[in-house]
């Protein structure tokens, strides 16, 4: 068996011919080409490191990749060296080919770079999971008990599970909005992260899409108000809502949110999964 590096190049040009216009025999073409094809077999080149995350709890203090804009840019920041990227596809070239140790990202969307990239895997411990909420402003009690009274409704009526299970199983689900609810002046400014796919991103006809567009969207119907959307990074959105540049927020919001602002009931929950070399 030839082991990689086994060759040296004074080696192989040992295999061509000594004598100018000698002919190689059939016997010595058949043999380098067998070299050639064993050493392209046995991946003679430079590998990957092996995988050194084996468990959620390994991931502080590595270099983590993310996806711009979104969630997991947040809490890689928290946990390590953070190296966000533009798509999943930068993500798991970085992490095959050793620039990143992990990646951090929402359980579907993950899944699914999985299935298309060879020698990655997610580890089997989710290394968080959380409910999703709107962020309002404490002193708005009023717009906080509406937003309630429609998530309460949505919930009850099967929207909120609809498109839930549209998002991340998959499933058919079309919504339809309400035609009995008057409607009212004004609207509500909702702030989301742009690129959180499936929660909140912009889709390929620049129109904000996800998961949370359509639950604002719903809510908003419910309530008989018109929705505006405004596109903010994942760290700004309490702040959005505390200094007044919304009146809603979706996506990650911190542990220590209530000190600044107040949150809805849950719409849904969410699950971060590490990704590593297998």
């Known amino acids: 068996?030839?082991?990689?590096?086994?060759?040296?190049?004074?080696?192989?040009?040992?295999?061509?011919?000594?004598?100018?216009?000698?002919?190689?025999?059939?016997?010595?073409?058949?043999?380098?080409?067998?070299v050639v094809l064993l050493l392209t077999l046995t991946g003679c080149r430079?590998?990957?490191?092996?995988?050194?995350?084996?468990?959620?709890?390994?991931?502080s203090g590595r270099v983590i990749g993310a996806i711009e804009g979104s969630p997991s840019v947040v809490l890689a920041e928290e946990l390590g060296v953070s190296k966000p990227f533009s798509s999943g596809s930068e993500l798991m070239y970085h992490l095959t080919s050793g620039t990143l140790d992990c990646v951090i990202m929402e359980n579907s969307v993950a899944s699914?770079?999985?299935?298309?990239?060879?020698?990655?895997?997610?580890?089997?411990?989710?290394l968080l999971e959380y409910d999703l909420h709107f962020a309002v402003a404490k002193e708005n009690a009023e717009l906080l008990e509406a937003v309630n009274s429609a998530l309460a409704a949505l919930r009850d009526n099967g929207?909120?599970?609809?498109?839930?299970?549209?998002?991340?199983?998959?499933?058919?689900?079309?919504?339809?909005?309400?035609?009995?609810?008057?409607?009212?002046?004004?609207?509500?400014?909702?702030?989301?992260?742009?690129d959180s796919p499936p929660y909140s991103y912009i889709n390929v006809n620049g129109e904000y899409a996800g998961l949370d567009i359509d639950v604002a969207r719903a809510v908003c119907d419910y309530l008989g108000v018109d929705l505006e959307i405004t596109g903010f990074d994942a760290r700004e959105l309490?702040?959005?809502?505390?200094?007044?540049?919304?009146?809603?927020?979706?996506?990650?919001?911190?542990?220590?949110?209530?000190?600044?602002?107040?949150?809805?009931?849950?719409?849904?929950?969410?699950?971060?999964?590490?990704?590593?070399?297998?």
């Not at 068996?1 to 016997?27: D, F, H, T």
């Not at 430079?46 to 991931?59: L, Q």
């Not at 549209?166 to 742009?194: C, H, N, Q, W």
């Not at 220590?256 to 590490?274: F, G, H, Q, R, W």
């Open 238 to 278: 309490v702040t959005s809502v505390w200094f007044g540049k919304a009146d809603l927020a979706l996506g990650w919001l911190p542990i220590d949110v209530e000190d600044k602002v107040a949150i809805s009931d849950s719409y849904a929950n969410a699950v971060l999964v590490v990704i590593v070399r297998r």
């Open 112 to 126: 699914e770079l999985v299935a298309e990239t060879s020698g990655v895997r997610i580890l089997n411990q989710p």
């Open 159 to 194: 929207t909120l599970n609809g498109l839930r299970d549209m998002y991340f199983s998959g499933k058919k689900y079309v919504y339809i909005p309400p035609e009995d609810v008057e409607k009212r002046p004004g609207s509500l400014s909702l702030a989301v992260p742009t």
């Open 1 to 34: 068996m030839i082991a990689c590096g086994a060759m040296k190049n004074e080696q192989l040009s040992n295999l061509s011919i000594r004598r100018s216009g000698a002919k190689p025999s059939g016997r010595f073409v058949s043999f380098a080409f067998a």
């Open 46 to 59: 430079d590998k990957p490191p092996p995988n050194i995350v084996h468990a959620p709890e390994e991931v």
